[in-house]
Structure formats: structure tokens, C-alpha cells
């Protein structure tokens, strides 16, 4: 993929996460069956609390992380 890029950017392409357009997360919990993902929550919380920072306190918006029961999905 990252060939692509540099191919298609050229001397405008930049390795790492975009900083004006975020990497959308879903994370599609399916919830009241057998297959429900339990800590949901949590790891979107992780995956914010690691991504969406700069290690000196400053908030990033790397991931746009959202969580979608198959309730809300149908």
C-alpha cells in the first residue's frame, strides 16, 4: 500500500497517520449473541488513550474510534 502511495503522492507523501484526516475504527459489537465482545469499551478507551495523544498531554485526533451493537447495525 505504501508503494502505491508514494507513487501516486510523490514527493508529497508523508509515512504515519494523516494529521487533518483521522483512521476511522469500527469496532461492531455483537451484542446478545455468542460472539458479543465484552471489554468493547475498554479497548476503545485504549485505542484512544494511545493513539490520540502526543505524549506531552496535547490531544491528536489519530483514530475516530466508534462502537456499533448489531442492534443498532439491523
Do not use: C, H
Not at 13 to 27: C, D, E, M, T
Not at 29 to 51: H, I, M, N
Not at 56 to 74: F, K, P, Y
Amino acid at each position: 500500500m505504501e508503494l502505491l502511495q508514494r507513487a501516486v503522492l510523490g514527493e508529497s507523501f508523508r509515512a504515519g497517520p494523516s494529521k487533518s484526516i483521522p483512521i476511522r475504527v469500527l469496532i461492531i459489537d455483537r451484542a446478545g449473541g455468542s460472539r458479543q465482545w465484552l471489554y468493547s469499551e475498554q479497548t476503545k478507551a485504549l485505542l484512544e488513550s494511545t493513539w490520540n495523544g502526543d505524549g506531552n498531554g496535547n490531544r491528536t485526533e489519530v483514530l475516530d474510534v466508534r462502537i456499533e451493537s448489531n442492534q443498532q447495525l439491523a
